[in-house]
DNA sequence: TTAGTATATGACACAATGTCAGAAACAAAG
DNA sequence: CTTTGTTTCTGACATTGTGTCATATACTAA
């Protein structure tokens, strides 16, 4: 019998397995018809019922997937993190000239965040909510402030960057982009992709590199900008 | 009996009046109350039961002074907004050097918040769960991003500070801000008052004047504080 | 004291949650 | 194709919290 079992339990596992359980199925449902829902809907319209009804199985049959909602978004913000962590590499990460590469993880931060806004904003919604899902968020939050703090320290020491308490700037960034992203991108219909990446980019480069002559390479801004900027008083 | 009338709705409307009516002390025992609680409990925790019993009413009476929680909300966040605008007074509008100006200002903001924070804290965790509420929470900070982009062009033309796209700017300020503030005064214990009050004016000062010569005058900060500041990476 | 209004209350209907025992669907072995 | 053990789904239930309403109680001014 030992065997028998054993061996249905690793082909149940191995994720190769041309026909996936149906298990992994309904719960890939589930997660689709969540995020179609937060496209069109705010968190607080969420329901364990209209979810499951979008997914097309009973509302009982949720909690063997998750535990309750929270527990659904800190699955999807878990999936957000890696796919922000990754665009985001090149500044955090990589190696020479600081501003093109900003220029690379700012484009791929405002990719990611434009496919994937409402998890984004519904997370942000709904931690306040549950416990776990707060903490959740909120080491989400800690991790870019550290990785950033580190990168900003990083390039003092080089030389890149004047000396200041990069700490409080870190934040300050990272709070602005997440404001943007979540205001712009985080439901339909949304910002313009180009002017909330140019925003984003032009306070940054400001406020860490603003004393060095700015490169006018930035791909995709207008030639000649020297003007006072048009006011973008849009909230 | 339309003069007896109107005299009753005169006085109770009174507000000199020495003894006001039931209906008024009753409502600020529920105001009251729901201040006790968020000192020391999140949002998320209180429910109409709990508010109430706390309160010393029964449960259904709160009916007759809020549509809900969310609407209470909203009358604490009135009251802050007022002492926030008041105290920011100072740099919104005052005259002269601004950077004693902001002084004033950020010293003021922190001891507003230092006695309020929860408010701010639950505020901002409430919001997204009512639609309205959430929408007055927008408002409030649009107010401060209205005010503050104002105030940055002014000084821009004045020459104070450099031509730069002064919104997202005020945008990245007012979201360190808020965050700061929230974290470390939402909730109990909270943080040291005069290390947020040096971070923030910190950055403030860096990002709008930090071309200039740095004026020693900050009160309360110490003597030299010339070589790389301590690293505050707590969180 | 009383009349009339203002305030407070308990009972109710409703909506959503999370659990559970049993039903149904499935998949491997005979 | 059937059997058998397991996985997955489901309806019914108990629970918690909301907001409303008719009615009871407590005020206040005359």
């Known amino acids: ?11 149940r596992n191995d994720p190769t397995n041309p026909t996936p359980r149906k298990s992994e199925r309904t719960r890939q449902a589930i997660l689709d018809a969540a995020l179609k829902f937060l496209w069109t809907q705010p968190f607080r ?27 659904l978004m800190e699955t999807l913000l878990c999936g957000l993190e890696e796919d922000i ?3 985001a590499a090149p500044w955090l990460q990589g ?18 965040c ?32 550290d990785a950033v703090t580190d990168r900003i320290e ?8 004047k000396p200041f308490d990069a700490r409080p700037i870190a934040i300050s960034l990272n709070r602005m982009d997440a404001y943007l992203l979540i205001h712009h991108f985080g439901r339909r219909p949304r910002g313009n992709r180009e002017s909330v990446r140019e925003a984003i ?19 995709g801004s207008r030639a000649k900008r020297h003007a006072k900027p048009s006011r973008s008083k849009n909230s």
């Open 154 to 161: 990083q390039h003092q020491a080089a030389g890149l960057i």
């Open 114 to 145: 434009y496919q994937q806004g409402p998890i984004l904003r519904a997370v942000a919604d709904a931690a306040p909510m549950d416990e776990r899902l707060e903490k959740a968020w909120a080491d989400f939050l800690k991790d870019f402030d």
């Open 45 to 71: 319209d969420l329901t364990v019922g209209k979810l499951m009804s979008l997914a097309g199985t009973s509302r009982s049959s949720f909690y063997q997937y998750f535990q309750d909602l929270h527990d």
């Open 85 to 87: 962590f990754g665009v």
């Open 201 to 219: 980019l032009r306070v940054w480069i400001l406020t860490l590199y603003g004393d060095k002559p700015l490169a006018e390479s930035v791909p």
């Open 95 to 112: 190696e020479g000239d600081p501003i093109p590469l900003l220029e690379e993880t700012m484009e791929g931060l405002v990719r990611v």
């Open 1 to 11: 019998m030992s065997e028998t079992k054993l061996s249905q339990i690793r082909r």
